[in-house]
T-cell receptor, first 114, second 115 residues
């Protein structure tokens, strides 16, 4: 595997389910990100991790719970979601947090909440 | 606070025609600037970036962008559109003053290429 991978690619869940999204980067980067991409809305930054430590939580509801066990893996645990949470969830990584570092994105997980 | 505006949510060009996608930013100091492309069912991919030095930046797939400080712009161009260029394009800015990993993305411009 190369770059940034995300599993699953598609997920359908009910509002009472618990599921997790997984992201893995094979680039040796130190920073990882979760974004939400909804139709007709700009890309929304959710969480930022640097060297496994959370550095940013962009006022995300607690029904989204991130976990970063090491610099290569990032999870997003989901529970009691709402239909408006349906979106494409993108994971990204970068060498570091400095602004000149571009981000490398995974293909995303298309989430549908019924 | 920084912000970025992409003028035109949809742009349509004929194959072989010039592509021009507009991006203007607002920032207290000139930010780092990026263009990303997103093909259907894929994540975003970097096309090019401006950090310092030469203001005309060349990227992948024949795209280039010019940083114009006086106009606070970073427009993306390609001399001749190809069918494979059809995608969504995002302009993004990052603050030079902080190292927070927080890029601000524009709303995106969908490029359609007509045969």
């Amino acid at each position: 595997e190369t770059g940034v991978t995300q599993t699953p690619r598609h997920l359908v869940m009910g509002m009472t389910n618990k599921k997790s999204l997984k992201c893995e980067q094979h680039l040796g980067h130190n920073a990882m990100y979760w974004y939400k991409q909804s139709a007709k809305k700009p890309l929304e930054l959710m969480f930022v991790y640097n060297f496994k430590e959370q550095t940013e939580n962009n006022s995300v509801p607690s029904r989204f719970s991130p976990e970063c066990p090491n610099s290569s893996h990032l999870f997003l645990h989901l529970h009691t979601l709402q239909p408006e949470d349906s979106a494409l969830y993108l994971c990204a990584s970068s060498l570091g947090l400095a602004g000149y570092n571009e981000q490398f994105f995974g293909p995303g997980t298309r989430l549908t909440v019924l | 606070a920084q912000s970025v505006t992409q003028l035109g949510s949809h742009v349509s060009v004929s194959e072989g025609a010039l592509v021009l996608l507009r991006c203007n930013y607002s920032s207290s100091v000139p930010p780092y600037l990026f263009w990303y492309v997103q093909y259907p069912n894929q994540g975003l991919q970097l096309l090019l970036k401006y950090t310092t030095g030469a203001t005309l930046v060349k990227g992948i797939n024949g795209f280039e962008a010019e940083f114009k400080k006086s106009e606070t712009s970073f427009h993306l161009t390609k001399p001749s559109a190809h069918m494979s260029d059809a995608a969504e394009y995002f302009c993004a800015v990052s603050d030079r003053a902080t190292n927070a990993g927080k890029s601000t993305f524009g709303d995106g411009t969908t490029l359609t290429v007509k045969p």
